[in-house]
């Protein structure tokens, strides 16, 4: 009898050490096997924290940080290549670039407000929008989203947007460098490098992208692949808890996330805290992206020619934003 309760002894234990060892994390593991490919911009956004906090890597996924070094248009060709399955955007450019392949992307997540700043030379004696007619003007592109919003602010003013000479940089640190060296007397940028113009003292602020549409003007977020949605729309959301929770972070440990968003685009912290502090960019009130505000600043966009030829920009907008998703994870929190 003491040898058969031996050996039933024996091979309870010996089933009980082929169970997992761990079965709680092994059900904490729904990315396990799936991998994000993630584009990125240097500049002020909640990627590095996302990086920092992990939380996408602790659920098993594989994650792939893509940097994006040819704008958005870029990153909007990698997406419908499926070569990204996410990138980071703004919201109102997304919508002009992605029109033109409607079904490739979704814009599913907002982090910020405004980021879209018009800055004047200290040399200039412009005083309001209404004054920068005939002038030089270095932009990021023709049909970014500070061009946009530089355009509208004209536009309210009540003067021609295209009675001005427009040179394209390409880049934030770019622009600095342009109107630094007298080559342009005016700005139309994106934090944090219009902080640093103010900082240097070498440009100052003449108006926001808020200020332009009279309104918390819609700002950036994620834009992801809708091949990848539906294939992997969990994936999808726990990305969103990940953006979600960065940006909670940089409202609850601004000087923290300050720093690590400075690093990761290479300024000083001086200019990331001064661009919310001045409130150049902003933590938006909610995640959801923003379909009314993304709209009515698109049919300002399609009055002033960035619409390509044949899209209808607003009506694509409200295909585009996806507030299904950011609502679902909110849900929840």
């Known amino acids: 009898m003491n040898r058969r309760r031996t050996l039933i002894s024996t091979v309870a234990v010996l089933a009980a050490l082929a169970l997992p060892a761990h079965p709680a994390l092994a059900a904490d593991q729904p990315g396990k096997g799936i991998t994000i490919n993630i584009g990125y911009f240097p500049v002020v956004s909640p990627v590095p924290i996302m990086r920092a906090q992990h939380m996408l890597e602790d659920k098993g996924y594989t994650v792939n940080w893509v940097p994006i070094n040819q704008g958005l248009p870029g990153a ?11 990138a980071w955007g703004n919201a109102i450019s997304a919508v002009v670039i992605f029109s033109q392949s409607p079904d490739a992307a979704q814009f599913v997540g907002q982090s910020f407000i405004n980021a879209n700043v018009t800055v004047v030379s200290t ?8 004054d920068i007619q005939h002038k030089k003007v270095v932009v990021s592109g023709m049909k970014t989203a500070s061009t946009l919003f530089f355009q509208i602010g004209l536009k309210k003013a009540g003067v021609d947007p295209t009675a001005n000479e427009y040179f394209v940089s ?14 342009a007397e005016v700005v139309a940028g994106y934090v944090p490098y219009v902080a640093d113009m103010e900082l ?5 602020v003449l108006f926001t992208g808020s200020d332009a549409i009279g309104r918390a003007a819609p700002g950036d977020g994620f834009i992801a692949s809708t091949a990848f949605i539906k294939a992997h729309r969990e994936a999808v959301k726990d990305v969103l808890r990940a953006q979600f929770a960065a940006t909670d972070t940089i409202k609850s440990n601004p000087k923290e996330a300050y720093k690590s968003m400075a ?34 600043t698109e049919t300002v966009a399609q009055e002033l020619g960035f619409a390509p030829a044949g ?3 607003p009506t694509f907008t409200r295909k585009f934003e996806n507030t299904e998703l950011a609502k679902e994870v909110l849900a929840k929190k």
């Open 76 to 86: 909007a060709s990698a997406i419908a290549a499926g070569k990204l399955d996410i």
């Open 123 to 130: 040399k200039s004696d412009i005083k309001s929008a209404k």
């Open 170 to 183: 390409g880049t934030g640190p770019g622009m600095v460098g342009v109107l630094d060296s007298g080559g």
């Open 200 to 204: 240097k003292k070498i440009g100052r």
């Open 263 to 296: 690093e990761f685009a290479k300024v000083d912290e001086a200019a990331v805290a001064y661009s919310f502090e001045k409130k150049l960019i902003g933590v938006a009130d909610s995640y959801v992206p923003d379909v009314e505000g993304i709209v009515a």
């Open 311 to 313: 899209v209808d920009l």
